[in-house]
């Protein structure tokens, strides 16, 4: 595992008012965190587009409709943490390890993407298409990294028969909150929040202590 998550950080400063042509990470930056705290109906290209400082036809011209940036956004967003998940997976661990490793990397890469928790929390409010499509692509393939040692775990008789869907809700709407919410926590206990990469481990491990004892049969 890398010591390190990869980060992608949104870019400081704004292009000028007449630029054509916004760098993509800033496009995609400004619209993920414009949709994770406004909600999709709460967010218009011309906010976007606003945001960033560009033309008002800069968004239109790149995307055409806001559900094609709503869904380009998404994309940038999630699939770094699908894919960082997977090459952090050493398979061949034991699996009560494999599995504290996921939940360490999945809150140490969330911590500096606070608009991860966010946006599903939003989502996962109604039934809708970018529902589908936010879980299809992007939670089902981070489910099914889990899931076989999860239940490997309880062939084993090493956990509690607890559903993984306890599990899931647990770790990433409770564990990574504190990332996703960081205006409560910081009044709560500003040191929390901060991301500095020796902080940010201890919180992953204190995390995965808890759930990990929870779940745990032994002792």
Known sequence: M??????????RGRPPKDAQLAPTDQVMAAAIEAFSVHGYNGVSLRTVNDELGVSRNLLYQRFGSKAKLWQAAVDWAFRPLVDYLVAADDESADPMVRLRMLIRNFIEYSATRPYLARLVTLEGAAATE???????????????????????????GRIKKVPYETFYFLLTSG???LYGQI??????????????????????????EVLLNGLSLSG
Do not use: C, K
Not at 2 to 11: A, E, G, K, L
Not at 135 to 154: A, D, G, K, N, Q
């Open 183 to 208: 205006a409560l926590a910081s009044m709560m206990n500003p040191e929390l929040t901060s991301t500095e990469d020796t902080r940010v481990r201890l919180y992953a491990e204190n995390v995965a």
């Open 175 to 177: 564990g990574s909150a």
């Open 2 to 11: 890398p010591d390190n998550p990869p980060r992608v950080t949104r870019p």
């Open 130 to 156: 970018r529902l589908e499509y936010l879980y299809h692509h992007y939670i089902e393939p981070i489910r099914s990294r889990f899931i076989p040692v999860f239940e490997l775990l309880h062939d084993q």
